[in-house]
Structure formats: structure tokens, C-alpha cells
């Protein structure tokens, strides 16, 4: 079996929990095209999440600073190779610099902000001795009558940002940090796109195939059923559907108009995200099973 291969049956069992065999057998029947092979697992049934790989690979912190000059804020996510690494007083400061320099040359783009930090990165190499990297950072600017909020968990693994309508600094943090514990991908349901929508759709569509509840079902009913499955599951990562982490007998969604409030925009950063940690048994571990 090619490394390739191996390599994208850890990435496609992180994403779904299904197992070894039936993660291969979906990447051969679908040519190893990743999404296609995700599809196929949940279309069979045989994915136990409908969820992106998550799971935290990478040492780092997420910072939030505000200029006392311009007023405005940044989130960024500086990455390290070592949690030992990331708990120093060193890197701390390394992120906090990389912040400054952001905000001072109004740096547009994750190029850009290389650029304009490569010497703090070098230097912070010869002297830690691990390889940095900034990942990703974004600034938001509050208006007239606005207000950015912003809450750390973890000492730095979840950064959030918020900006809302009114200057209400304790509501701020209330939404950052039901952001923070629900990870939400919408803020509300228009938000998501059309293309979104309909590609879960023929995902559920196919599913209901092989579902013995559903198959028999006259397509005027199923077409409802699966709707209602679609609206669930995006209910999930909605901000405005989410039960609030303050108060669960009331969505987000009806706690700000309770408080006459508008989420304007919110940015979520949880460190390493997305990004795979290197194991180096994993290989051995799917020779042994799927030989």
C-alpha cells in the first residue's frame, strides 16, 4: 500500500470515525479523491460524524491585542512545534510582537505579515531553537456605536473575536465565549451558501437509499423529511439556532433580539485546527489491519 494512501485513510478515519477498512475501501471506490471518498462513507452510512477534521495538531497560542492608538484589534495564531514551547514567557512574547508589527504596518494579507516579521521569526529560532510560523491572523475595526469584545480560553488554545451593534462590553463576552465552547460556522442561517445547502442535501438524499424508514417513502414526505434533517444539521453550527451558553431555554438568535443586538461578525481561532499531527506509528498501525 502507497504511502499516499495510507496517508489519506488517516486524514478521511480523522474525519468520520469509520473504520480502517471501510475508509479504504471508499478512497479505492472513488479513485482517492478525499471528498468524494467522505461522501460516499456518509451516503453509506458508515460515517459516525459529518464533521472536518478538528482535532488539535499543532502547538501554538491564539493572541487578541488591541492598539491603543487606532483602536483596532487583532486575533492572530502563531505555531510552534512544542506545547513546552508554548507555555514560555519567550513565544508569548514572540506572538505579542508579531501583533504589533501586524497593527503598525496594517498588513492585509498572511504574506504581507511574513514579511514584516521574518526577523522577529529568525530570531526567535536561534534562540528557542523550534520552528514558527504564522499561520493566520485578522483585524476588525469597531464603528461608531460598535463594540469588539474578545475572550481567551485555555490560556490561548481558543481565541474569539466579536463585534456587535451597541456597546454592551458584558453581551461581548457572553457571545465570544459561547463561541469559544460551540465553535459555530454561521452566524446565521442566510448565511450559508446555496451550493452548501443543496451539496447536504443530495448527501441525505442518498443516504435515505439504503434507510429502511426512509426508502418506502413517497417523495413529496421524504423530500420534507430530509429538509427537516439538513435544517438540523446546519442548527447545529448556526450561531443564531444554538442554545445559548448562558441561558439554554432560549437560542442565540433570541437572545439578541431580546437585547436589541446584532452580531456584525465574529472570528473563531482554536489553535492548530486543521492541521494533522505528525504520528509516526500510524503507518505500521494500518499495514497491520489492512494487509
Not at 488539535?56 to 506545547?83: F, H, Q
Not at 514551547?85 to 511574513?114: M, P
Not at 490561548?156 to 465552547?181: P, R, T
Not at 431555554?249 to 461578525?265: A, P, Y
Request: net charge negative; glycine share 6%.
Amino acid at each position: 500500500m502507497g504511502n499516499n494512501l495510507i496517508e489519506l485513510i488517516k486524514i478521511l478515519r480523522d474525519r468520520t470515525g469509520a473504520g480502517l477498512m471501510d475508509c479504504k475501501g471508499a478512497l479505492l471506490a472513488n479513485d482517492c479523491d478525499l471528498e468524494k471518498a467522505h461522501d460516499w462513507l456518509r451516503e453509506k452510512g458508515l460515517a459516525k460524524a459529518a464533521k472536518k477534521a478538528s482535532r488539535i495538531a499543532a502547538e501554538g497560542l491564539a493572541v487578541v491585542k488591541t492598539c491603543s492608538c487606532c483602536g483596532r484589534t487583532i486575533v492572530l495564531e502563531v505555531n510552534c512545534e512544542t506545547d513546552f514551547v508554548s507555555k514560555g514567557d519567550a513565544f508569548r512574547e514572540l506572538c505579542e510582537e508579531c501583533a504589533d508589527l501586524i497593527l503598525k504596518n496594517n498588513c492585509q494579507t498572511v504574506e504581507e505579515a511574513k514579511a514584516a516579521t521574518e526577523a522577529l521569526f529568525v530570531d526567535a529560532t536561534v534562540k528557542m531553537g523550534e520552528k514558527f510560523d504564522l499561520r493566520r491572523f485578522q483585524v476588525l475595526e469597531q464603528g461608531e456605536g460598535e463594540l469588539v469584545g474578545s475572550y481567551i480560553h485555555n490560556g490561548g488554545k481558543i481565541a474569539v473575536l466579536v463585534k456587535i451593534n451597541k456597546e454592551d462590553a458584558d453581551i461581548a463576552k457572553q457571545l465570544a465565549m459561547h463561541i469559544a465552547a460551540n465553535n459555530p460556522v454561521y452566524a446565521k442561517e442566510c448565511d450559508i451558501p446555496a451550493e452548501v445547502i443543496a451539496h447536504e442535501k443530495a448527501i441525505q438524499t442518498e443516504a435515505a437509499k439504503t434507510d429502511e424508514k426512509l426508502c418506502n417513502k413517497p417523495a413529496e414526505v421524504l423530500s420534507k423529511i430530509l429538509d427537516g434533517k439538513v435544517k438540523k444539521i446546519f442548527a447545529e453550527t448556526t450561531l443564531e439556532h444554538q442554545p445559548f451558553l448562558m441561558d439554554d431555554s432560549k437560542t442565540v438568535g433570541q437572545f439578541l433580539k431580546e437585547k436589541g443586538i446584532e452580531l456584525l461578525t465574529f472570528v473563531r481561532y482554536q489553535v492548530g485546527e486543521g492541521i494533522e499531527k505528525r504520528q509516526d506509528d500510524f503507518a505500521s498501525e494500518v499495514m497491520s489491519q489492512v494487509k
